[in-house]
């Protein structure tokens, strides 16, 4: 593979910055998430270059306000990029969730009337394909969410769902997922936007 694939997490939203789970619901990035969307296009530009790319982006507004206010221009507006549906937990924090479900994780337990994480998986698996086939001719960037973009940081390097647990992303951050010699590498991870 000649080229990198790029992970941009959309920027601060109200619901990220008091830590509710936000899957479907379609709410706006603040004032201080559009600025970090905006510092987001500075550091893709560093870190890739002028390099043209392909450009996927979630359906929701906060992910492709921030593609937008990055300077990016989506090839293509998917569900694929969905973040994990929240189901019953959609706009309540993990605290809340721990009232009634000690310890509770979207990464250890199910979540009723949303996604599990082998559902989540099996659609990273089904977007990382298609991406595969795209990485042979340029770079591919995905402007996405923060639970959906660290599952398929797992998955790219061929670990369980559960395992993004390890791999924190920051509003506006941005990753880099490629490989060496063909085998699947971490290249940069959770890079700020500033």
């Known amino acids: ?12 939203t109200e619901w990220s910055a008091n ?22 296009g500075a550091v893709l530009a560093n870190l890739r270059g002028p390099a043209p790319a392909r450009v996927l982006v979630s359906p929701r507004q906060r ?5 937008e206010l990055a300077g990016l221009r989506p090839d293509e507006v998917t569900e694929d990029l969905a973040e994990w549906d929240y189901g019953d937990y959609e706009g ?3 605290p809340q969730i721990r009232e009634t ?13 949303g996604e599990s994480a082998d559902q989540v998986a099996a659609r990273a698996d089904k977007l990382l394909g298609r991406v595969t086939a795209l990485l042979a001719e ?19 390097l ?3 769902a559960s395992s993004g647990v ?5 509003p506006a951050s941005v990753t880099v997922l490629g490989d060496e010699r063909g085998e699947p590498q971490l290249k940069h991870l959770n890079v700020p936007a500033s």
């Open 63 to 67: 992910a492709r306000a921030t593609a």
């Open 166 to 170: 390890h791999f924190g992303l920051d």
């Open 92 to 94: 309540i924090t993990t």
């Open 19 to 40: 830590g509710r789970h936000t899957g479907r619901t379609d709410i706006p990035l603040t004032p201080a998430g559009e600025e970090q969307a905006r510092a987001s």
């Open 158 to 160: 061929d670990l369980p």
């Open 138 to 156: 340029t770079d591919v960037i995905l402007v996405g969410h923060g639970h959906f973009s660290r599952v398929l940081i797992a998955r790219w």
């Open 1 to 12: 593979m000649d080229h990198a694939l790029y992970l941009l997490r959309h920027g601060q």
């Open 101 to 113: 479900v000690p310890g509770w994780t979207v990464w250890s337990h199910p979540v009723p009337g």
